[in-house]
């Protein structure tokens, strides 16, 4: 299926000329514009399929994308971690008020702010690492002296050499923006919360995504290394050059993602695919369980997309960071993921400006996918959500 399968939308409670509109409008504006390189866009209502469209290039050299394509989904990798983690707290191994150090050590002596002298008001908890109050930040920040030192030490960089080890012995040597819960800043947190699930599991990352969550759900083309024989698959990334225009950052067929022995970075190194983040987000929406296979309680998922940020507050009282993965303005933060505090909506991107979105009331799963940096560029995650919305002709109630 390529397009609209008009009866089936109708079916589902949706106007397919709304939608048709909608596929038109990103044609038009990103497409045929030169803007985005290609897309490819799933939409579906109680799981039924409602829209695949697949559109563009997938290479410079000019191959057109197809729907199997594989793409650098960047911090859509944090959610898959986030249920990892959750995973292990319904094993018993671990709580959300665990103190961090009790399974990284090395952050026993860390200090907050430039002078390195202050001593954390409190304990950095497992919960702070998931909602991102730990006090950790981004390199690609660029707002603090403190963020300087991540970008001087590479450590949110793709490609690290490092192991789980080392990105942990260094990231010790810095200090925290902040105490941990005082405020939410999008951080390398994620990536520390994999170095947790290998620690406590005694396997790699990559081997205990396959094991407990990749192979259980079928998500057969999810993986932290391309393999040789997918390289055919996976698109070209681009990224904005100073005219404006497009320019290549990553070349599919000699990707950095091919390469082994590299830090795995629970906060953004997966490669994946439409139809496995598809199965992803079925796994969600169903409440942790896809095709038999349950992964996590009902109850678990409901507190992962619930607002975990301290005192009920949203991104836009408790953030001093801009960051486009989300707008800040009624908008909390859950175990992993983004979330509308009216809306009830849950979703997360990635700096490569692939996008996923969770309507738990409306069962409506969107899913869009490209490769452009950075993902601040165009405002097409909240056109995607505003489009949908609008097609909504039977609405279900909250």
Same mark, same amino acid.
Request: proline share 4%; net charge negative; charged share 25%.
């Given at each position: ?29 990103? +497409?045929?514009?030169?803007?985005? =390189? ?5 939409? *579906?209502?109680?799981?039924? %399929? /409602?829209?695949? !469209? #697949? ?118 040597? +810095?200090?925290?923006?902040?105490? =941990? ?5 999008? *951080?390398?947190?994620?990536? %520390? /919360?994999?170095? !947790? #699930? ?48 497009l320019a290549i950052a990553d070349i599919g067929a000699r990707s950095g993602w091919r390469r082994t022995g590299r830090f795995l970075s629970g906060g953004g190194g997966l490669v994946s695919s439409v139809a496995d ?70 979703y997360w991107g990635g700096v490569f400006s692939t996008y996923f979105w969770i309507d738990p009331v409306e069962r409506l799963i969107g899913l869009f996918m490209t490769q452009h940096l950075p993902s601040s560029t ?21």
């Open positions: 299926m390529d397009g609209i399968d008009g009866k089936a939308a109708v079916a589902a409670g949706m106007d397919p000329d709304r939608l048709d509109a909608l596929v038109a409008h990103l044609d038009r504006t990103y +497409l045929a514009s030169g803007k985005l =390189p290609h897309m490819q866009l799933l939409l *579906s209502r109680d799981e039924e %399929v /409602l829209l695949s !469209v #697949v559109r563009g290039q997938a290479r410079a050299s000019g191959e057109a994308l197809q729907a199997d394509a594989l793409y650098r989904i960047a911090s859509m990798t944090k959610p898959i971690t986030s249920v990892a983690f959750m995973m292990l707290v319904e094993a018993g191994k671990v709580a959300l008020n665990t103190p961090v150090t009790d399974i990284i050590p090395e952050f026993a002596d860390l200090r907050v702010g430039q002078a390195n002298r202050a001593k954390p008001k409190r304990p950095m908890l497992m919960i702070d690492l998931l909602r991102h109050t730990s006090g950790l930040t981004y390199g690609l920040q660029r707002q603090t002296p403190i963020d300087a030192r991540y970008r001087k030490l590479g450590l949110d960089e793709f490609q690290q050499k490092r192991t789980s080890d080392q990105f942990v012995a260094d990231l010790s040597t +810095l200090p925290l923006e902040f105490s =941990p819960g005082e405020r939410w800043n999008y *951080s390398v947190s994620t990536d %520390v /919360l994999g170095v !947790v #699930v290998e620690r406590l599991s005694g396997l790699d990352l990559e081997a205990f995504f396959r094991t407990h969550i990749l192979d259980p759900l079928g998500m057969v083309d999810t993986s932290f290394v391309l393999p040789d024989e997918k390289a055919h698959r996976m698109t070209d990334a681009w990224r904005l050059d100073e005219d404006g225009g983040y598809h199965r992803f987000a079925r796994m969600l929406l169903r409440g942790g369980e896809l095709d038999g296979v349950r992964l996590l309680a009902a109850e678990t998922v409901a507190q992962m997309r619930s607002n975990q940020l301290p005192g009920g507050g949203d991104l836009s009282s408790l953030s001093s960071a801009m960051f486009s993965e989300a707008d800040y303005q009624g908008v909390g933060f859950g175990l992993g993921f983004a979330m509308g505090m009216e809306s009830q909506e849950y165009y405002p097409v995650r909240a056109e995607l959500r505003a489009g949908v919305a609008g097609a909504i002709v039977t609405r279900r109630p909250r």
